[in-house]
């Protein structure tokens, strides 16, 4: 796990549309249409070097994330304004722009020699 891991289960492959295992991140009181989202995503061990981050979206989509409301379908395909990673953890933003109070996306992070 210093070179890879992944939020999706192990037997699944990265891009598959699933919402088991996303990372969920910024609950807000009032949904957001303009602000930004965000979510603090702390691997599971420190990788050997910053690692190159994909961020996938709950419908599969390499570079996109989700965004989600509580009681509402999760709006796939927004953008992914910022990942600004390190040898333990990122922060992942999102400047989607349709009316929601949540992030949620997958991740691989890709330390590999």
């Not at 999706?8 to 930004?36: K, L, M, V």
């Not at 994909?54 to 910022?82: E, F, M, P, W």
């Amino acid at each position: 796990m210093r070179y890879y891991e992944k939020s999706y289960d192990q037997a699944t492959n990265p891009g598959t549309a699933t919402a088991y295992g996303c990372i969920t991140g910024s609950y807000n009181a009032a949904a957001s249409t303009t602000g930004y989202l965000g979510a603090t995503l702390v691997y599971k061990v420190p990788k050997r070097a910053i690692p190159t981050l994909t961020i996938y979206d709950d419908a599969g989509a390499s570079a996109k994330c989700s965004r989600g409301s509580l009681g509402i379908a999760n709006t796939a395909g927004q953008t992914v304004a910022n990942t600004n990673a390190t040898t333990t953890a990122a922060l992942v933003y999102s400047s989607g722009s349709n009316s929601n109070q949540a992030i949620v996306f997958h991740y691989t992070a890709d330390a590999e020699l």
